[in-house]
């Protein structure tokens, strides 16, 4: 049996300069970045979606995984 060897996505654990619990002030904070969702596309070709163990909980409006939902009215 042939076997082929992929690279496989790992989570990583990395700081994390610009974790907020409120819109003012910045903390460091340690955080966990892994692949949620790992799909093949077409042959040699994949998807790879990324989350923060801690983006339920930030409210940093620039950071791509923070998962608070933020209306347009903020300040």
Do not use: H
């Amino acid at each position: 049996m042939e076997r082929i060897a992929k690279n496989i996505p790992m989570a990583i654990s990395v700081p994390c300069f610009d974790f907020r619990t409120d819109k003012y002030q910045k903390e460091k904070k340690t955080v966990i970045i892994a692949p949620i969702v790992i799909r093949e596309i077409k042959a040699d070709t994949l998807q790879i979606s990324w989350a923060c163990s801690r983006g339920p909980y930030c409210v940093d409006k620039e950071c791509r995984y923070s998962d608070v939902v933020k209306t347009d009215n903020e300040d």
